[in-house]
């Protein structure tokens, strides 16, 4: 498929740029792949559309601190990083904004008896720096560190625990997994007296997951990788539900590549095998799930592999209807907007 079929024009006041208190009212478009039905709703309203048995699965990694500002030992010049990707114990990939940083550039983090240094080793093919810092990075992150907030919001946000889930507990993501920032302990605690249950994996989402694509021809496109785990107690949790007839509902799409990578490791159809590692899981129409059968997500930029992968999960007609809907009824769009449940 050609990738501007992914393609649509969104008005610039229909994106979010803060997110709604109580994080439950949002507004929420209920999808039906049986029959072509969709719904209008409120987010809180979800469990009328859940069943008692129903295994929902969220990705609980949290946003680090990962933007910082540095400067160039020899000339002083400042350039802003973004960490992207851990790539070993003290190599990071890092998204270098300001003066040129090519490979052996010197990096300073901090000043006087507190500073940190970093050399750039290679350019990746996408533009990205990988950096090797002279010891783990992370304890710096908490003092010279900001939260990254996606570029096309431009208001400041006063809590930065609001671009963060409630569940969030794994550090390592430089975005994130947004289609759970609609849930509340209040919401979470109501679906389990429900009999739904809840349970968790990790994947640490870089901004290439968010990047547009840029390939003419969608299957060209190649996904880097990006660390994730689906423990064996989960796994077995996943399993069970599965030999029961509940369904496995994933929160978000970065839940949903776990849940997959997991599912085609198996020897067995439908179930999935303990994940820890990394996937480049490119889904996207013409794909066949294995493991996931409903999909809670928000609205997704033009041409992202997050689009991509909802079309392959719904239809791609079926997807295109439902974001023509959406603008009509005036959704709010992205990361702080509204969410929608295909079932």
């Known amino acids: 498929m050609r990738t501007a079929e992914f393609d649509y024009h969104l008005p610039p006041e229909y994106i979010a740029q803060h997110p709604l208190t109580p994080r439950d009212s949002s507004r929420l478009m209920v999808l039906h792949r049986d029959g072509g039905r969709i719904e209008h709703r409120v987010f809180r309203e979800i469990g009328e559309y ?7 699965v969220a990705n609980e990694s949290r946003v680090i601190p990962a933007r910082f500002l540095a400067r160039k030992v020899r000339t002083g ?13 003290r190599i990071w990939e890092v ?16 000043r006087g008896e507190r500073e940190l240094h970093g050399t750039a080793l290679a350019t990746t093919p996408s533009g990205s720096r990988l950096i090797e810092f002279e010891e783990a990075i992370e304890p710096w992150l908490e003092d010279a560190g900001q939260v990254p907030l996606p570029p096309y919001i431009h208001e400041p ?3 930065v625990e609001r671009y963060q889930t409630v569940y969030a507990r794994v550090p390592g993501s430089a975005a994130a997994p947004t289609a759970g920032l609609h849930f509340t302990p209040q919401l979470m605690n109501a679906l389990r007296a429900k009999g739904i249950e809840f349970t968790f994996v990790t994947l640490d989402i870089s901004l290439d997951t968010f990047r547009p694509v840029r390939e003419e021809q969608m299957e060209d496109h190649r996904m880097y990788s990006e660390g994730c785990c689906l423990n064996p107690q989960v796994a077995d ?5 599965k030999r029961e007839g509940r369904r496995v509902v994933a929160v978000g799409t970065t839940t949903v590549r776990v849940l997959e990578t997991a599912a085609q490791r198996s020897s067995t159809d439908g179930f999935v095998e303990p994940l820890e590692g990394s996937t480049d899981l490119f889904i996207h129409p013409g794909y066949q799930f294995r493991a996931v059968e409903a999909l809670i997500t928000n609205f997704h930029l033009p041409r992202s592999t997050l689009l991509m992968l909802v079309a392959a999960f719904a239809g791609k007609a079926f997807i ?12 709010r769009f992205y990361s702080f907007g509204d969410a929608m449940v295909i079932l």
């Not at 949790?237 to 539900?241: K, S, T, V």
């Not at 209807?321 to 005036?330: D, G, V, W």
């Open 237 to 241: 949790q996943i399993n069970r539900a």
């Open 320 to 331: 295109d209807r439902a974001y023509q809907e959406a603008i009509r009824e005036r959704y």
């Open 50 to 56: 859940l069943r008692p048995g129903d295994l929902l």
């Open 77 to 89: 010049g400042k350039v802003e990083l973004l960490l992207l990707t851990k790539r070993g114990e």
């Open 157 to 159: 946000l006063h809590d």
């Open 95 to 110: 998204l270098a904004t300001g003066r040129r940083v090519g490979v052996g550039t010197v990096l300073s983090l901090g």
